[in-house]
């Protein structure tokens, strides 16, 4: 081990665990490629005001959560804590919503920073998979992102999440429901601190995880009571476009979200086996953050889906992903004319379009059937000097042990063969 490690957190993805990470990023990608979302890539940092306004000054986020720095050129920078700013930023920078084809359909998938208490399925690097529609206020795109994400879901064979739905209402309506709940908060026994965040954010108190808060919420008012009649009108569609496509959803009154940039829909997905970083995804409308960062009104809704906590899931379900071994084919050459002649045969094989590797650093023949073995591979090419004097090489099976002689010129048809 090297004197270093890890720094607290964070920690490596190595193979084998590594593939099945990469597999739940495309397989959360697949269904947004085949909806007209374009991939983007922003920085992973960004200037420290874009999130300060964008998620909020008072979201625990942008209050303790954000890695910050000072260039040396006295810039204010902050590694990215989540998507979505960066993203809208990018999309209004670009003036993709200029030319003319709204919603922009954009999806990312990268790393994202929270100086957060780390515990099982919480780091303080971790890996969403996002997607954003920017510029379009229409019921069919929300339902289209939650079913997208449930779809991606069950392609990996996940069953035990479920989906919470909610209405944030918007700038008519969420007003006055937030000055009656602060009247019904500040009668409560409360803490200062969450005294405090009846002023800031008092829809935060309603998601305060603490049996001793959540009791006196008995009889709080509730922004579902409070929607006007547009945004009554807009969820129950979204709610009428997911039972319609089979995609279960449970009404969650009190379902808030950690981000102020909400507006209207909001959900979430969690999955029952995670304890208490049960959110596997997230996300809903922001209609208000394009202006927020000086851009033009541009109703927007999108979410993320984290990849650790996904992986968690299936872990947690005991699913595991059918993924093809990154090896088909493995060289063992015995002896040095051998070498040389199969590290051409290797190249070949590679070029033609199969997953090759070979026996390096001189091993025995019994160290390099171990390690043919190993790989994954389903068959060994092994050739010796009396081999290569008859043009051929030795094609074994690994799971079947039968080998078989083909000629050397032809060992790429002869693999592709038996491959199928
Ligand atoms: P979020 O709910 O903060 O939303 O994060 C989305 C997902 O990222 C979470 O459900 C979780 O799976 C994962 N995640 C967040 N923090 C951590 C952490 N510390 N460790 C491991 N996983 C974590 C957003 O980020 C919004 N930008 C989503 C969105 C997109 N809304 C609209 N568009």
């Known amino acids: 081990m090297s004197t270093f490690k890890a720094p607290r957190g964070t920690y490596d993805l190595i193979p084998p665990d590594s593939a099945t990470y990469l597999a739940v990023r495309d397989a959360i990608a697949a269904p947004l490629k085949r909806s007209g979302y374009g991939y983007v890539e922003t920085p992973g940092f960004e200037n420290v005001e874009l999130f300060a306004r964008g998620v909020g000054e008072s979201t625990d986020i942008v209050t303790k959560e954000m890695y910050t720095l000072t260039t ?43 100086y957060e208490r780390p515990q099982k399925g919480r780091y303080r690097h971790f890996s969403q998979v996002g997607a954003e529609a920017i510029g379009a206020e229409d019921p069919a795109l929300d339902a289209e992102l939650i079913i997208l994400a449930h779809d991606a879901y069950r392609s990996l064979g996940l069953r035990n999440f479920r989906i919470l739905l909610n209405s944030l209402g918007d700038a008519t309506c969420r007003p006055a429901y937030r000055a009656a709940l602060q009247d019904f908060l500040r009668g409560l026994e409360l803490d ?6 009846i002023d800031i954010n008092p829809l935060r108190v309603l998601d305060d995880k603490r049996e001793a808060v959540q009791k006196q919420l008995v009889g709080a008012p509730m922004l579902g009571d409070h929607l006007c009649e547009a945004c009554k009108e807009y969820h129950e569609q979204v709610r009428e476009l997911l039972t319609a496509e089979g995609v279960a959803f449970e009404d969650d009154p009190k379902l808030v979200r950690g981000l102020d940039y909400y507006t209207r829909t909001t959900f979430e997905f969690v999955h029952d086996g995670l304890g208490s970083q049960s959110a596997v995804g997230g996300g809903g409308r922001y209609d208000g ?6 851009g033009p009104a541009l109703p927007s809704v999108g ?3 984290g990849v650790d906590r996904t992986v968690l899931a299936l872990e947690a379900e005991g699913v595991e992903l059918d993924l093809p071994s990154a090896t088909s084919v493995f060289a063992v050459p015995l002896g040095e004319e051998a070498r040389r ?17 070979f026996a390096y650093g001189g091993k025995g023949v019994k160290a390099a059937m171990k390690a043919a073995n190993r790989s994954g591979a389903r068959l060994a090419v092994i050739a010796g000097e009396r081999d290569l004097a008859e043009g051929v090489v030795q094609l074994k099976d690994l799971e079947s042990g039968e080998q078989t002689a083909v000629p050397l010129d032809g060992l790429v048809e002869a693999v592709s063969a038996r491959l199928g």
């Open 72 to 114: 040396k050129g006295g810039d204010q920078l902050a590694l990215r804590p989540e998507g979505t700013a960066s993203v809208l930023r990018a999309a209004l920078e670009a003036n993709l919503h200029k030319a003319g084809n709204l919603p922009v359909k954009l999806w990312y998938s990268g790393s994202y920073y929270r």
């Open 192 to 197: 200062d601190d969450t005294r405090r965040r």
């Open 289 to 294: 953050l394009s202006e927020m960062i000086g």
């Open 303 to 305: 979410w993320a889906l």
């Open 341 to 357: 002649v199969l590290f051409g045969a290797v190249t070949g094989l590679r070029r033609a379009g199969v997953a090759t590797d």
